[in-house]
């Protein structure tokens, strides 16, 4: 199983960023998949999961109506579009599967 996030970056508050996982190395559309979050000094926590055909998702409180997770089985990708992008998301972001990780990508939401 191989996990590749990207998309991350600085942005505003206020402002939109969406995040990509490349998955390959398993049968992706067979997954549900999982978008975490690790802000510094504070534990891992979930954000958002999709199951496997995308047509279920759930969110953390903290950031249901401004995230949306969704997928590309055709593409093997799943994605978190963030939206109205507060400091309090700044993270390292992950996806995973099956146990496995991605290597996170950095979000950081400053002026």
């Known amino acids: 199983v191989q996990l590749v996030e990207s998309g991350g970056g600085l942005v505003q508050p206020g402002g939109s960023l969406r995040l990509s996982c490349a998955a390959s190395g398993f049968t992706f559309s067979n997954y549900g998949m999982t978008w975490y979050r690790q802000a510094p000094g504070k534990e891992r926590e979930l954000v958002a999961w999709?199951?496997?055909?995308?047509?279920?998702?759930n969110y953390a409180d903290s950031v249901k109506g401004r995230f949306a997770i969704s997928r590309d089985n055709a593409k093997n990708t799943v994605y978190l579009q963030m939206n109205s992008l507060k400091p309090e998301d700044t993270a390292v972001y992950y996806c995973?599967?099956?146990?496995?990780w991605g290597q996170g990508t950095q979000v950081t939401v400053s002026s």
């Open positions: 995973n599967t099956r146990g496995s």
């Open positions: 999709i199951n496997s055909a995308g047509t279920v998702t």
